[in-house]
């Protein structure tokens, strides 16, 4: 079955530190891999994406860390900031598309102030 | 420029009963997609549509589960004869037709049967 485990499932930062968060997957076939940001009440939207012809990408604060032979990927907020308190999904699909994304459980992140 | 607009925001159902989810993608947006979302658990496919034509519903349950996104008018997922397990949010995302963009995600119907 198509799965991506996503780790730890909350997590507390103090605010100006580094949150990371952790995904793993076993489909070779995907090759799309965004992560995904839920305040409550809310949908989720787009935070950024990477695609596996890269390591890495950064845009301001958060960067996706890819590693295809190991299968993972994660991501990494810096300078985390009380505003960033929210859910966050991993999610991988294939076809290099959106369609049909197999997500994360998430992960609850609390920034303190 | 509205995002996906899903109604109602909150929807109440007996045991039994039928509930019906409305979805209006982004102006210009040609592409539907359905998720379900568990409390705890992370969003689950559930079917992918274009106008008049579902393009992969392998994440709908056989049975009471049905959606629609007819040529005029929003996207439709309906639930017949809805059981307490169907309790969750449900997410409306929206597309342009190219393959390599972004879903674009509404606010959720979130549905309780009692």
Request: with cysteine; aromatic share 10%.
């Amino acid at each position: 079955q198509q799965q991506v485990k996503q780790s730890p499932q909350s997590l507390i930062v103090q605010k100006g530190g580094i949150s990371i968060i952790n995904c793993a997957y076993e489909n070779t076939a995907f090759d799309y891999f965004p992560w995904y940001q839920q305040f409550p009440g809310k949908g989720p939207a787009l935070l950024i994406a990477i695609r596996p012809d890269v390591s890495e990408k950064k845009e301001g604060r958060f960067t996706i860390s890819f590693n295809k032979s190991a299968k993972q990927f994660s991501l990494h907020i810096m300078d985390s900031q009380p505003g960033d308190s929210a859910t966050y999904f991993c999610a991988a699909s294939t076809q290099g598309g959106s369609e049909k994304l197999v997500f994360g459980k998430g992960t609850k992140l609390t920034v303190n102030p | 420029n509205a995002g996906v607009m899903q109604n109602p925001r909150h929807l109440v159902r007996r045991r039994g009963q039928e509930a019906r989810l409305r979805c209006s993608p982004m102006k210009g947006h040609s592409h539907v997609y359905w998720y379900r979302q568990l409390p705890e658990e992370g969003l689950k496919f559930m079917v992918y549509l274009q106008k008049e034509n579902i393009i992969d519903e392998s994440g709908m349950p056989k049975e009471r589960f049905s959606a629609e996104f007819p040529k005029e008018g929003p996207s439709i997922l309906r639930i017949q004869q809805v059981v307490r397990g169907d309790s969750a949010a449900y997410f409306c995302a929206s597309s342009p037709p190219s393959r390599e963009s972004p879903l674009h995600f509404g606010n959720g119907t979130r549905l309780t049967v009692t």
